[in-house]
């Protein structure tokens, strides 16, 4: 299984960014996925989540009402929309899915390499 992520980048204060995450591989099922990010000095932390089957979501309060996370359920890929981005959002951004790679067998999670995201003033 491999998670592919785009869309980092530079962007001033206030601007946007869109981040996709695509998992390929032997893909049972994916239970969820989710967008972690750690900033420098910082653990990680989890900013979003969405169950893949449901569509429900989930946001750390320090990005509710700034960042949509949605799924292509077809095309086993997450998008991460990040608007009114601030200085505090820079950090590595990570996906994570919990998958099932078999009908009977376990969920594991799996990672991406990580996507920067630079909010400058």
């Known amino acids: 299984v491999r998670l592919v992520e785009s869309g980092g980048g530079l962007v001033q204060v206030g601007g946007s960014l869109r981040l996709s995450c695509a998992a390929s591989?032997?893909?049972?099922?994916?239970?969820?996925m989710g967008w972690y990010r750690q900033a420098p000095g910082k653990q990680r932390e989890l900013a979003t989540s969405?169950?893949?089957?449901?569509?429900?979501?989930n946001y750390a309060d320090s990005v509710k009402g700034r960042f949509t996370i949605s799924r292509d359920y077809a095309k086993n890929t997450m998008y991460l929309e990040m608007n009114s981005l601030r200085l505090e959002d820079t950090a590595v951004y990570y996906c994570?899915?919990?998958?099932?790679?078999?009908?009977?067998?376990?969920?594991?999670?799996?990672w991406g390499q990580g996507t920067q995201v630079s909010v400058s003033s």
């Open positions: 969405i169950t893949f089957g449901s569509g429900d979501t």
């Open positions: 591989g032997s893909i049972f099922s994916i239970n969820d």
């Open positions: 994570n899915a919990k998958i099932k790679t078999t009908r009977w067998g376990p969920i594991r999670s799996y």
